[in-house]
């Protein structure tokens, strides 16, 4: 139990254009899903937190008009990268929690690796 | 400032050799804590976690942790490592709000 999903697992893309990618909590309901950034040999970077339902909470210093987040459903969220430079390029994971909120596990996807050209 | 601290970049071990990555946090009170591996390319999988209670948890994968509230600590353990377990681990806490923070990470190599 507990999978999260994302898709795609890979995308290249020209500078300019926008992607998206999905993270999906496939056996569980999930109220809150998380966008992490990581960079080559280091850690998680909290993005944004994403409550289903509500507008997303962005941490410090990540644009949101660049990274739109929509969280449709208890089971859906969804990251849409617009405008991509090849700065963006990176390993985006979610994380989704289950109803039990604070206590309860985030349980993560797989990543997509993005790479802008 | 709170943070999570894990001071040992990268760890070479001998296979069949016991293994302890060190984890230490700076928080007010006791957060929730977790041990999360990462294989290359890939997410995130929890190997165990600490809420409250018995202060030694035992994981998935044969490894264990214990919380060592006097040293601030959660160092993760395993008796005897397998070359599949060359990975790596990050200690993660969630103090007083929601959201996970990270430490840099633990690069485990294994060597036959």
């Known amino acids: 139990g507990a999978v999260v999903s994302q898709h795609p697992s890979w995308v290249i893309c020209k500078s300019g254009t926008s992607v998206k990618i999905e993270c999906r909590s496939l056996d569980f309901q999930a109220t809150t899903m998380f966008w992490y950034r990581q960079f080559p040999k280091q850690s998680l970077m909290l993005m944004a937190t994403?409550?289903?339902?509500?507008?997303?909470?962005?941490e410090q210093g990540v644009e949101k008009d660049k990274f739109l987040i929509n969280h449709a459903s208890l089971t859906l969220s969804t990251l849409t990268v617009t405008s991509a430079h090849p700065e963006d390029s990176s390993f985006y994971i979610c994380s989704a929690r289950g109803l039990a909120g604070v206590t309860d596990t985030q349980y993560f996807g797989p990543g997509t690796r993005l790479t802008v050209l | 400032a709170q943070s999570v601290t894990q001071p040992d970049i990268h760890i070479t071990v001998s296979e069949g050799a016991s293994l302890e990555l060190r984890c230490n946090y700076s928080y007010g009170a006791t957060p929730y804590l977790f041990w999360y591996v990462q294989s290359p390319g890939q997410g995130l999988q929890l190997l165990l976690k600490?809420?409250?209670?018995?202060?030694l948890v035992q994981g998935i994968k044969g490894f264990e942790a214990e919380f060592k509230w006097s040293q601030s600590s959660f160092n993760l353990r395993k008796p005897s490592v397998h070359w599949s377990d060359a990975a790596e681990y990050f200690c993660?806490?969630?103090?007083?709000?929601?959201?996970?923070?990270f430490g840099a990470g633990t690069t485990v190599t294994v060597r036959a």
């Open positions: 994403s409550n289903e339902g509500s507008k997303a909470t962005y």
């Open positions: 600490y809420f409250s209670g018995d202060t």
């Open positions: 993660a806490v969630v103090p007083n709000d929601y959201k996970l923070s």
